[in-house]
């Protein structure tokens, strides 16, 4: 094995070379990388007309390589921007119980019974609904299932023999900002369902250059957590999109991170971005990336 190290740059310069019939992998990053992929020598740069269109970052791995290497994620990135240019439905299929109701949202309340009637309503700003013969009712900040609860109590009280059945007829806008490496950084209303890739979709999806790994979320109440989109692409953790966007929430794309190439006869060959803050990368990491040989 050879290693190479150029000292002319923070962590775009670390090139290990396997000579040979044995593994090749290459850095943009500090430190000693492994992989499990086997590939020939590394062959003359290719063309400018080559590379003319490929990512900078996937450009300079495939000359160091001698074969065409892409950045993990980038289909990903652009179904994101694809998806940013065709309006969303209302997910109202994907209202239960546990949803919040909030100002903007609107309702259709049907009682049936001794009293038949069917209203539509939109939850004011003060958070209330009104029905009549009945006292206002503080609906913002329930969820649909204690709304529905605390209507048929409302309701029992003042008719007999009568059930009130409440449904969600639309969804509330909230404003989030989306910040950093995207297309379209600024405020944008989006669905209270929303969740951070919505936005992201919103706002144009996420720059080449920008994380997949490093996505920021941040509230108005101060509360912060890193979103690692790897962890969707590679089906480590499926529920990583399932976090629901609140009014006020702060999403920022920073810079791609430090990134490692892997080369040669595995099944997913590529360029890939390596957690926050790390600089190598593990065999086994290296082989979930992969995909193995």
């Given at each position: ?68 290497l ?34 903007g ?80 950084p ?38 912060r ?21 609140h ?10 991170g ?6 040669g ?21 290296a ?7």
């Amino acid at each position: 094995m050879i290693a190479k190290t150029l000292p002319d740059g923070p962590r775009h310069r670390h090139v290990i070379r396997h000579i040979g019939r044995t593994a090749l992998a290459m850095a943009f990053a500090v430190g000693m990388l492994t992989t499990s992929a086997h590939a020939a020598p590394l062959k003359q740069r290719p063309s400018s007309a080559q590379t003319r269109t490929e990512h900078p970052i996937a450009a300079d791995y495939s000359a160091r390589a001698g074969s065409r290497l892409t950045i993990f994620g980038d289909r990903f990135r652009a179904s994101l921007a694809r998806d940013s240019n065709t309006e969303q439905p209302e997910p109202l299929g994907q209202i239960g119980d546990d949803y919040i109701i909030g100002a903007g949202d609107r309702l259709v309340v049907r009682l049936r019974g001794s009293r038949n009637e069917t209203t539509e309503l939109t939850i004011d700003r003060s958070g209330r609904i009104a029905l009549d013969e009945l006292n206002p009712i503080m609906a913002a900040g329930l969820s649909l299932g204690e709304l529905r609860d605390t209507l048929q109590d409302a309701v029992s009280s003042q008719f007999l023999d009568t059930r009130a059945f409440v449904t969600i007829d639309g969804i509330r806008q909230i404003s989030v900002t989306v910040t950093g490496a995207v297309p379209f950084p600024g405020p944008l209303q989006i669905s209270s369902l929303a969740t951070p890739l919505d936005a992201l979709k919103a706002a144009g999806g996420i720059d080449p250059m920008g994380s997949l790994r490093a996505v920021i979320l941040g509230s108005e109440g101060g509360n912060r957590s890193v979103i690692d989109l790897y962890d969707l692409l590679l089906g480590s953790n499926p529920a990583a999109n399932r976090v629901t966007l609140h009014a006020g929430d702060r999403i920022h794309v920073p810079p791609i991170g430090s990134t490692i190439a892997i080369a040669g006869a595995v099944k997913r060959p590529g360029v890939f971005e390596l957690s926050p803050g790390k600089t190598t990368i593990s065999l086994e990491e290296a082989i979930l990336f992969s995909g193995g040989p």
